[in-house]
């Protein structure tokens, strides 16, 4: 006997082509999820999020706290239009490496911007302790970066740092650093905070 087909029911080769296309288009975006910022090779914003919601969880059932530190760098965005990209990368990669180095061990970097980086710090008892961390990434940069031998460029960088709450969601939570940030800029201070 013949195999039997029910009108308008697509063939077993076009049902299997469709999930393997399905399961490849998954991959690469499981892929890209997970990817390293290709510059930095910090985590990206999608990294962040799911260490944040793991994070808040394991705060959330402890009673602890944790702090997100918001970060964003000024002055390098200008290297671009002034020396290049090369230069204006060179310059971010090493913004990059003096946030790692100033920050505890077990806290997380991730890049989430062209200038922007975001620092999630667990185990922060309070305001006092997440200052002191905004205080440190404020003085790593008190020196200007030299991404070459004859350039040195001063850069500033705006810190907001915001404590998580029993309620707190990685949106609300990066919302309130974001805007602690923004604040942190507009009033020149170098570090922002909120609570």
Same mark, same amino acid.
């Given at each position: 006997?013949?195999?039997?087909?029910?009108?308008?029911?697509?063939?077993?080769?076009?049902?299997?082509?469709?999930?393997?296309?399905?399961?490849? #288009?998954?991959?690469?975006?499981?892929?890209?999820?997970?990817?390293?910022?290709?510059?930095?090779?910090?985590?990206?914003?999608?990294?962040?999020?799911?260490?944040? #919601?793991?994070?808040?969880?394991?705060?959330? &059932?402890?009673?602890?706290?944790?702090?997100?530190?918001?970060?964003?760098?000024?002055?390098?965005?200008?290297?671009?239009?002034?020396?290049? !990209?090369?230069?204006?990368?060179?310059?971010?990669? #090493?913004?990059?490496?003096?946030?790692?180095? &100033?920050?505890?061990?077990?806290?997380?970097?991730?890049?989430?911007?062209?200038?922007?980086?975001?620092?999630?710090?667990?185990?922060?008892?309070?305001?006092?302790?997440?200052?002191?961390?905004?205080? /440190?990434?404020?003085?790593?940069?008190?020196?200007?970066?030299? !991404?070459?031998?004859?350039?040195?460029? !001063?850069?500033?960088?705006?810190?907001?740092?915001?404590?998580?709450?029993?309620?707190?969601?990685? #949106?609300?939570?990066?919302?309130?650093?974001?805007?602690?940030?923004?604040?942190? /800029?507009?009033?020149r201070q170098g570090a922002g905070r909120?609570?």
């Open positions: 006997m013949d195999g039997v087909r029910t009108a308008g029911a697509p063939d077993l080769p076009v049902q299997t082509a469709a999930v393997v296309a399905a399961q490849h #288009e998954f991959a690469a975006r499981l892929r890209r999820r997970t990817m390293p910022d290709p510059l930095t090779g910090l985590p990206v914003r999608s990294l962040l999020v799911d260490r944040l #919601e793991l994070s808040l969880a394991a705060a959330g &059932a402890d009673g602890n706290r944790l702090a997100l530190l918001c970060c964003e760098t000024d002055g390098v965005t200008a290297l671009d239009h002034a020396h290049g !990209p090369t230069v204006a990368d060179t310059a971010r990669t #090493e913004a990059a490496a003096r946030l790692v180095a &100033a920050v505890r061990q077990g806290d997380l970097v991730a890049r989430i911007g062209s200038q922007t980086f975001v620092v999630l710090c667990p185990g922060v008892s309070g305001a006092p302790r997440a200052e002191r961390i905004a205080d /440190r990434i404020a003085a790593a940069f008190a020196a200007p970066l030299r !991404p070459s031998a004859d350039l040195v460029v !001063p850069v500033r960088i705006s810190v907001g740092v915001a404590l998580s709450r029993r309620d707190s969601t990685p #949106e609300s939570l990066l919302a309130a650093a974001d805007r602690a940030m923004a604040a942190a /800029r507009l009033g909120s609570a």
